[in-house]
């Protein structure tokens, strides 16, 4: 039998426990183990952005973070994050933007966004494009992300509806 | 309302069409709560991964599984000539591409490896992981074979036959002419150039996905499949596991990102319908990324080498195309890999009124990964080099290159008109969308403003690019070659017992909104809120007989099956309500889920009620009267082969002649599909499709050594565009609806793909020009600047 | 491409960490994971044994002590960004760091898991190069402190013996008058480049001193242009003083080409990036 672990990791604020490969990647443990289907896998060397969590707070490639990495740790998906009611200004500013399409990418675009947001509410154009520059989106262009994410900062800011 | 005038559709009240409503049943998708094929569990699953060979051409002499079946979790391990019994060989012709010729294909190759990737041996296993374990466990015995890898040299005498049967490498070759081109190149003032495109693929961010389950004491296979086409696939399952049709299902649920890439067939997936027959239990096989680079379709590796006579007055009196394609081993299966040329040689020069034309393309196959359709098929490349050539032709003659378009294009009150290839087309607005271009850019504003930063040593680039994109195809396209790719749609229409409308359709969906499109017009032609409609696609079980998704098609021939379909059942519901009501039915209407009075919509029973009367309380009802609240409407277009639309793009950019490093800095589109049903939706397929053609223009290359060895295959080494390097893209319309459907909607899903590349090379000659270099090279990038710069001497 | 599987230990000390490297020759060091999991999901590693060392307590410390920058080899390239002591006394690494991929990959990068990978194309090698710096090492035998410049040995070759462990970076903190420069050619924000450089000198009226270039991602590892930045000493950073110095880079550092991005392409984008930065350096 293969090296196993066992893990005690908060998903969503969920205390779980698990026995799991030791191999076995974040975003695996998530969508497998927990069946958390929303990270999503693209590439599996960190180049796509597909599978972005947060761990501790901090968003992260799922791909690149071994779930034994995070034992001890609390990790948040776009589940906990949607759930929470976080996401729900960045989400509406994508519907009505079209800021997404085949709807791959979208979990990790609106964790990457938040984060921007997180510490920077007033980014320009620029800045949004040069944050979300490691989530490839194939569909959109890019464009109508980028509208998206300025018209929340501007209305979080209190300057605008999105 | 006129229900006979030939958009009826479009004088509904309250029309979705034209509106940009946001796309009904995403919500699951922000959330992360979408059902695509790896999000799928079925019980007693197993994981396949496939040993590929690593070398481009190589004969296998033996498989060894000895250890990788004894290997903790490994449940099979299955070579070409074992799953040939389960799975027969395919070959990707067609009739009507005269001449085509190409090898048959299994499903694991069994005598040799003709590309590096190329599956041989396949192993199931209870994870992926584990899989993978095996993979590396398994020992074949390679005999390595010259590699065919350069398509300059594919018909030479000393190049290796790769498929001996055959003959040559010689898949397929055309030749067209018209006019007289000799005369033409004889007189007037002639540029020749030779443009290079180079391979590249579509990186589809959710990976090929298929999970097979066959269910052995029915004989019936299900397959969950990230695919545009199921009833396509359902057929091809069907024939070649020897299974019967009806017993085939395939769901396309939620798909990430097709693009041309998910409408083929793929050795690897049939491998895995075959190994869940042969195994009877369900296989699923997520294409990794590595894998996907040396599998999933490439597409675009040509050496067009052409030339163009131009008039003193500006008239392009010639244009000469030859253009070299080197595909893989095989022309992929049913669509074929001749496609590609075959469209650049009917869409050189089509949207001017060019007469003398001479055209020859040669196909020959390559020991590389297969290449087939991929978004705008041919256009990218056919606007590049007509739109390049325009350019190097205004400058030969010293004329601007917007008044040579002028002179050239087809004019807008000249239609219908038929290309110099043959090509018909209804109506078309080139004019008028250059005229709003220039406009909406304020062309000669940036004119002026080049200028002025010129004297800065700042190098900005203006590039146009007209185009025509073909959508809405007919049988004409497949099924005229003997195909099962239909190029009809249908749309079935139903009323619940709450009066709420279900939308079941053959087209498919992947992220560009053909559901809400459906919706829209649903709703619209039977006249309820959106929100009461909703729409089934992706199910062979479910849905009529469709083509899915391609060609730019869902819209137009899909959206018409839903009008028809709508009209129907909007009729056999006020049939009902003419019969409860005691009305004729052609006095009432049904607006917001209501029937009222057409004359002055006095309202009269609504849509619940009626549903609660037919489905509960027939007995209300006159004895002869029976209710139909159902419509299947089919719709193929008749009246031309192919819908053309019509567009113009402008690029802006900068050129860092001390780098050679480009920085975009702005687009612009006017973009003529006819009848729009969500402008937004139109918009955006715009904008994403732009930006795939940005990245062939500067970034993307599948990179081949000489072993025929992929040297970029990762997502690290082949650059997508990412969304710090892309510009903002500004988009205007012209409407021409198409007569050959009520609702006019032309298709407009590769238009932005089309007209990119073609854009962005003429800009960066446009920024080139004071230091009198051209490069025609597809990706422009640093290194190709400097040289044709001369700064740096060419490898 | 899931990995090999392996064993998994997370020591919580120094010696244990080098206890466990000794007793399995192929294990792998895991730090902030950024390039070894690739490598371990594509399999192009297989080891026995991935030890994980971020529990070890005081390896991600940044401080300032007795004119010496030092910095952990656990700290975090997103800490390197923000952390007030290296923006006040190595800016140049705060804004390296941000050529570094992106948040995600930032978030998780260490310093130590960079210098020891020693990717040629790297920013962190050569800012220590150009700063003058110097790696701490520990091992079975001890601890030693080696010069940047007898670091890096070649591509993904470090002076790193089997069975040792980067443990920290120390950088001088720079006198008065010291300015950084950095540029580099990346086909997309966060690629690797296709050509950077690190400067580091002194400015002193317009004139430059013990200037320091560090090319990278254009050879086998880190190069500092040495010949050239001697022609530059006590010299005013003129356009054609920089000129005349960079007309013999290509005698100075090793290029090496990679495909589509040929060594005279490269060459010369050094020499583009060396005007652009040496300009900057005395605007």
Redesign the interface.
Same mark, same amino acid.
């Given at each position: 039998m293969e090296p196993m672990i066992d893990l005690q990791i908060t998903v969503n604020g969920e205390e779980v426990s698990a026995r799991v490969p030791a191999r076995q990647t974040l975003v695996d443990f998530l969508r497998y183990q927990l069946e958390l289907t929303g990270s999503h896998v693209g590439c599996e060397h960190g180049s796509c952005g597909a599978c972005t969590v947060r761990l501790d707070g901090e968003i992260v490639r799922g791909c690149l973070v071994l779930a034994a990495q995070a034992d001890g740790a609390g990790v948040e998906t776009i589940e906990g994050a949607s759930d929470s009611g976080e996401l729900t200004d960045l989400q509406d500013a994508f519907h009505t933007r079209n800021a997404l399409q085949c709807g791959y990418c979208t979990p990790g675009m609106l964790l990457t966004a938040q984060a921007l947001l997180a510490t920077n509410s007033a980014p320009s154009r620029d800045e949004i494009r040069a944050h979300i520059s490691g989530n490839y989106c194939r569909c959109t262009g890019y464009q109508a992300i980028v509208d998206a994410v300025e018209s929340v900062a501007a209305s979080r800011r209190g300057e605008g509806t999105s | 309302m006129n229900d006979t005038s030939l958009h009826a559709i479009l004088d509904r009240p309250n029309s979705y069409i034209g509106r940009s409503v =946001? !796309?009904p049943n995403? !919500?699951r998708?922000?959330?992360? !709560?979408? %059902?695509?094929v790896? /999000?799928v569990?079925l019980p007693r699953m197993l994981h396949v991964a496939f040993v590929r060979s690593p070398y481009a051409h190589a004969a296998i002499e033996a498989i060894d599984t000895a250890a990788a079946k004894a290997a903790?979790g490994v449940f099979a391990v299955v070579t070409g000539a074992e799953l040939a019994e389960y799975c027969t060989p395919w070959v990707g012709v067609l009739s009507h591409l005269e001449g085509l010729k190409s090898q048959p294909q299994h499903a694991l190759a069994i005598k040799k490896a003709c590309w590096q990737g190329e599956a041989v041996a396949a192993v199931v296993a209870n994870?992926?992981?584990e899989a *993978?374990?095996g993979v590396?466990l398994v020992e074949v015995q390679w005999r390595e074979l010259p590699a065919v890898v350069d398509m300059e040299r594919a018909l030479d005498a000393g190049t290796p036959v790769i498929h001996a049967d055959l003959g040559d490498n010689l898949a397929w070759q055309r030749e067209y002419e018209a006019g007289d081109v000799d005369a033409a190149f004889a007189t007037d003032t002639v540029v020749e150039e030779v443009f290079t495109f180079g391979r590249h693929t579509?990186?589809?961010? *959710? =990976?090929r996905a298929i999970l097979a389950d066959y269910q052995a004491s029915e004989e019936h296979l299900t397959v969950h499949h990230s695919n545009q086409a199921p009833h396509m696939m359902q057929n091809i399952f069907a024939t070649h596991m020897g299974l019967e049709e009806h017993n085939v299902r395939v769901i396309c649920g #939620?798909?990430?990102? $097709?693009?041309g890439i998910k409408v083929h067939t793929y050795a690897d997936e049939m491998a895995t319908v075959a190994l869940s027959v042969m195994l009877r239990r369900p296989v699923k096989f997520?294409a /990794?990324?590595?894998e996907s680079f040396v599998s999933d379709i490439h597409a675009r590796d040509h050496v067009v080498r052409a030339r163009v006579a131009i008039a003193d007055d500006g008239r392009i009196t010639a244009i000469e195309i030859n253009d070299l394609t080197g595909v893989g081993p095989y022309s992929v299966y049913p669509r074929t890999s001749a496609v590609e040329a075959n469209q650049i040689v009917n869409l050189i020069a089509a949207q001017y009124t060019v007469e003398n034309y001479r055209a020859r393309t040669r196909v020959v196959f390559q020991n590389k990964v297969p290449m087939c359709q991929y978004r705008a098929v041919g256009h990218p490349i056919a606007t590049a080099v007509t739109e390049g050539l325009v350019d190097a032709a205004a400058a030969a003659i010293n004329m601007d290159p917007i008044e040579v378009r002028r002179r050239n294009l087809i004019a807008d009150d000249s239609y219908p008109a038929k290309a110099v290839t043959g090509l018909m087309f209804e109506g078309l607005s080139h004019q008028q969308s250059l005229a709003r271009l220039l406009e909406m850019m304020d062309y000669d504003g940036l004119r002026a403003e080049q200028t002025r930063r010129r004297a800065e040593g700042v190098h900005l680039g203006i590039g146009i690019a007209t185009f025509v994109e073909l959508t809405n195809p007919s049988a004409m396209f497949y099924g005229v070659g003997g195909a099962r790719i239909t190029a009809q749609e249908g749309c079935t229409v139903r009323m619940d017992a709450k009066g709420n409308i279900i939308c079941a359709a053959g087209v498919t969906e992947?992220?560009?909104?053909a559901e809400a499109v459906m919706a829209q017009v649903t709703a619209t032609a039977v006249g309820v809120p959106l929100d009461k409609v909703r729409v089934i696609t992706g199910d062979t079980d479910v849905t009529p007989y469709g083509g899915g998704t391609w060609a730019s098609r869902a819209a137009g021939i899909g959206g018409e099956a839903a009008v028809q379909a709508g009209k129907v059942l909007r009729g056999r519901i006020l049939d009902v309500a003419g019969t409860i009501l005691q009305a004729e039915p052609a006095t009432l209407d049904i607006r917001e889920s209501r029937v009222v009075d057409m004359a002055d919509g006095r309202d009269r029973i609504g849509l619940d009620e009626i549903g609660r009367i037919a489905y509960f309380r027939p007995d209300t009802l006159p004895k002869e009267f029976q209710s139909e609240l159902v419509a299947t409407r089919h719709y193929v277009p008749k009246q031309y082969p192919f819908a053309f639309t019509n567009g113009v793009q402008a690029s802006l950019l900068e050129v860092d002649i &001390? %780098?050679?490093?480009v920085t975009l800095l702005k687009h612009w589109v006017v973009e003529d599909c006819g009848t729009v049903i969500n402008p937004?939706?139109v918009d &955006?397929q715009i !904008?994403?499709? @732009?930006?795939?053609g940005i990245g062939a223009a500067l970034?993307e290359?599948c990179?081949y050594?000489g072993d025929g060895q992929l @040297?970029?295959g $990762? +997502?690290?080494d082949y650059?997508? =565009? +990412?969304?710090? *390097? +892309?510009p903002?893209?500004e988009i205007a319309h012209v409407v021409t609806p198409t007569a050959d459907s009520e609702l006019g909607a032309k298709g407009a899903g590769e238009a932005?793909t089309a007209g990119a590349p073609g854009a962005v090379l003429n800009a960066i000659n446009d920024a080139l020009r004071p230091m009198d270099v051209r490069l025609n090279v597809h990706p422009a990038? =640093? *290194?190709q600047i400097?040289t044709a710069l001369g700064?740096?001497?060419p #490898? | 491409m899931k990995p090999a599987a392996f064993d998994y230990v997370k020591p919580s000390s120094v010696d244990e960490a080098l206890a466990l490297l000794g007793e399995h020759p192929d294990a792998v060091v895991l730090a902030g994971g950024q390039s070894l999991m690739p490598m371990l999901n594509m399999r192009l590693v297989a080891p026995s044994h991935v030890v994980d060392i971020a529990a070890i307590p005081g390896l991600d410390d940044i401080s300032v002590d007795n004119n010496t920058l030092r910095i952990g080899a656990l700290a975090r390239h997103a800490d390197l960004a923000s952390s007030p002591q290296i923006l006040e006394a190595a800016p140049l690494l705060s804004e390296a760091v941000l050529h570094i991929g992106h948040p995600a990959i930032r978030n998780r990068g260490t310093i130590g898991g960079s210098l020891s990978l020693a990717d040629p194309a790297a920013e962190l090698p050569a800012c220590l190069l150009a700063l003058g710096g110097s790696v701490e090492i520990v091992g079975p035998d001890g601890s030693r402190v080696l010069p940047a410049s007898e670091f890096f040995s070649g591509t993904f070759e470090t002076a790193l013996k089997p069975g040792e462990l980067l443990s920290a970076v120390e950088i001088p903190v720079p006198a008065a008058g010291y300015r950084a420069g950095f540029s580099e050619l990346a086909r997309r924000h966060g690629d690797y480049a296709l050509a950077g450089l690190a400067a580091f000198g002194r400015i002193d009226g317009g004139s430059a001193h013990d200037l320091r270039l560090a090319f990278f991602a254009v050879g086998d590892r880190p190069m500092l242009a040495t010949a050239t930045a001697r022609k530059l000493e006590g010299q005013k950073l003129t356009a054609d003083a920089i000129a005349a110095a960079v007309e013999n880079l290509g005698d100075d550092i090793q290029v090496i080409g990679q495909p589509g991005c040929g060594v005279e392409t490269k060459l010369h984008h050094c020499g583009v990036l060396a005007r652009r930065v040496l300009t900057q350096l005395v605007a």
């Open positions: - | =946001p !796309r995403i !919500r998708l922000l959330q992360g !709560r979408g %059902t695509y790896d /999000d569990h903790a994870t992926r992981a *993978e374990d590396g579509g990186v589809t961010l *959710e =990976p #939620d798909v990430g990102g $097709s693009f997520i /990794d990324r590595l992947q992220g560009q909104g &001390e %780098t050679g490093f937004q939706l &955006e !904008r994403g499709g @732009i930006v795939q970034f290359h990179q050594d @040297i970029n $990762s +997502m690290m650059l997508t =565009p +990412m969304a710090a *390097e +892309m903002d893209i932005g990038t =640093p *290194e400097l700064t740096v001497k #490898d | -």
